[in-house]
């Protein structure tokens, strides 16, 4: 398997952390979403790529029919690992897989689903090809990714924040890479790359994000994502500082009570 770029590196304490933090403040409601779309395809035969710590994985085992198949990849085996501590419903195959290079043979699935996980392909035409190839002819390719960072508060603020504890070199993870991908004629241009010959419907769809309190994002983008990999380059002993600096911005931005703050993410499904 290739060597995992540092913007797709879910390693060390991440995974955990970002199970319990970031999947129900961002990623639970797009992946309801997602699980739904699938399940109104009838497919047989589901593959998951860039499946993560599972969480559109278990909604997928929970609303499929028990008879469908589902294979759930990931390039990092430490979130496929955490995937598995977690569980599902129903018994999947978890198998580490890089998406750009799928060990399946064509023709193998009726759905491919991607939730949030297009960005951090290093070549998207390529992936989107493997996807192509291993789709049924009529299967579906279905994957959201998040619009652009003005559009996704909490993220836009943390960004802010970091700025300030390194203004010399900024962390530019979030802007760069979960919220690089959001121009829908360039996603429309890699399908057609990756070979899909039908044009995608791209929705937008917007949603809350929701915290008890500003350090649980804090400490989620800052300690449970890619960030924190900036951070630890450019000084290993900020880290706390810095989750400390971003707590206090979202208190500036939301008071230091709950946290509701509005996240946009555009979903794409096309035709093989």
């Not at 009838?42 to 499929?64: F, I, K």
Request: some cysteine; charged content about 20%.
């Amino acid at each position: 398997m290739e060597h995992i770029p540092s913007d797709a590196q879910f390693s060390g304490s991440i995974p955990a952390l970002y199970e319990r933090y970031l999947v129900p403040m961002l990623f639970q409601p797009y992946a309801d979403d997602l699980a739904a779309r699938v399940a109104r395809l009838s497919a047989h035969a589901v593959l998951e790529v860039a499946a993560g710590t599972g969480v559109v994985t278990r909604q997928l085992a929970m609303r499929l029919p028990g008879d469908t198949s589902i294979v759930a990849t990931d390039l990092n085996a430490a979130m496929l690992e955490q995937a598995e501590r977690t569980g599902t419903s129903r018994p999947v195959e978890w198998r580490p897989a890089d998406a750009q290079q799928l060990p399946f043979a064509d023709a193998s699935f009726d759905a491919v689903v991607c939730q949030f996980g297009v960005m951090f392909f290093p070549d998207k035409p390529k992936a989107f090809a493997e996807a192509r190839r291993v789709l049924r002819p009529g299967g579906t390719f279905l994957f959201n990714t998040w619009d652009r960072i003005e559009e996704n508060v909490l993220a836009q603020t943390v960004t802010d924040a970091l700025a300030e504890v390194f203004p010399d070199n900024p962390p530019g993870f979030l802007a760069r890479t979960p919220h690089g991908y959001f121009d829908r004629e360039a996603i429309a241009r890699d399908l057609v790359a990756g070979g899909f010959t039908h044009p995608p419907h791209i929705d937008t769809l917007s949603n809350t994000s929701h915290a008890d309190v500003p350090s649980i994002p804090a400490i989620a983008y800052c300690q449970a994502t890619p960030v924190r990999n900036e951070i630890e380059a450019r000084d290993p002993a900020r880290l706390e500082h810095a989750t400390q600096v971003v707590e206090q911005a979202l208190s500036r931005r939301f008071g230091d009570g709950p946290i509701a703050g509005r996240m946009q993410a555009l979903v794409v499904q096309v035709s093989a």
